[in-house]
C-alpha cells in the first residue's frame, strides 16, 4: 500500500464556456476501470444530446490503467490532455468526463487542447484535491485524570483524534502516521508518567484536504 497518495475529494462537475462553447468537467473517485467506465457511460446518458463526452482516467497505485477518449474531437486534442492534467496534478483513481456543447467558433487543435486542459484543471480545483496517508489507529486508555490534558496536546499536535470512548477509563482512539508509531507512543508515555496503555488497531487511510 502507498504510504500517501492524492485523489480528489468528491464527485462533482463544473462548467467553463470558451469562444460560445460549454465545457462541463464532471470528476469522481474510482477505484476499478468497472467503476470509470460506468461513470462515463452515466454522464454519456446524461448529455446524449452533447456534441462531445470526451473522457480520461487513472486508476492504480502505479497508474497501472490509463485510459484517454476523444470522442470524435480531432485525434489527440481532449483525452489526453485532460490525462496530462491528472498525471500533473500526480492524482490516483480519478475518472473525467468533459462535456462539450458547441457554439459555433471552432478553436482549432491548439485552442482544444487548452480548452480541454482548462475544464479539468479548473474542475479539479473547484472540487477539491485531498491527500490520503496511510495511518495506523492506537487505541490509547488512560484515566479520566489525563482526558484534557492529552486533548490539549493532541489538538495542537500533528495526530488526529478519531473517537473517545468514555467507559470505565477513557479510551482514546487516534491516527497515527505509520513511520511515527514509535514516536507517539513515546511521547504518550511521558505525558502520561507512563500512565497508560496503548495498542495498534486497523490500518487506514487519512483523508486531508490539500491545498497548493
Not at 14 to 19: R, V
Not at 32 to 61: P, R, V
Request: net charge negative; with cysteine.
Amino acid at each position: 500500500m502507498l504510504t500517501h497518495y492524492f485523489t480528489v475529494k468528491q464527485s462533482g462537475e463544473h462548467e467553463i464556456n470558451i469562444q460560445k462553447s460549454r465545457f462541463i468537467a464532471h470528476i469522481k473517485r474510482a477505484e476499478t476501470e468497472i467503476e470509470a467506465q460506468e461513470f462515463i457511460q452515466a454522464i454519456k446518458k446524461q448529455h446524449w444530446n452533447a456534441t462531445h463526452n470526451c473522457s480520461a482516467y487513472l486508476i492504480g497505485e502505479h497508474d497501472q490503467i490509463q485510459k484517454a477518449n476523444d470522442d470524435g474531437e480531432p485525434s489527440g486534442t481532449a483525452g489526453v490532455p485532460m490525462l496530462e492534467v491528472l498525471k500533473k496534478r500526480n492524482l490516483k483513481d480519478t475518472v473525467v468526463v468533459v462535456t462539450r456543447y458547441f457554439g459555433g467558433i471552432k478553436l482549432g487543435a491548439g485552442g482544444l487542447i487548452r480548452a480541454y486542459g482548462k475544464a479539468t484543471s479548473e474542475g479539479l480545483d473547484s472540487i477539491g484535491i485531498i491527500e490520503r496517508k496511510l495511518s495506523q489507529v492506537v487505541h490509547v486508555k488512560i484515566d479520566y485524570t489525563w482526558l484534557g490534558k492529552i486533548e490539549k496536546e493532541l489538538r495542537t499536535s500533528e495526530y488526529k483524534i478519531k473517537a473517545i470512548h468514555y467507559l470505565d477509563i477513557v479510551e482514546v482512539e487516534i491516527f497515527v502516521n505509520e513511520s511515527h508509531i514509535q514516536a507517539f507512543m513515546d511521547w504518550m508515555v511521558d505525558l502520561t508518567n507512563g500512565q497508560c496503555s496503548m495498542e495498534k488497531g486497523e490500518t487506514v487511510y487519512l483523508e486531508e484536504d490539500y491545498v497548493r
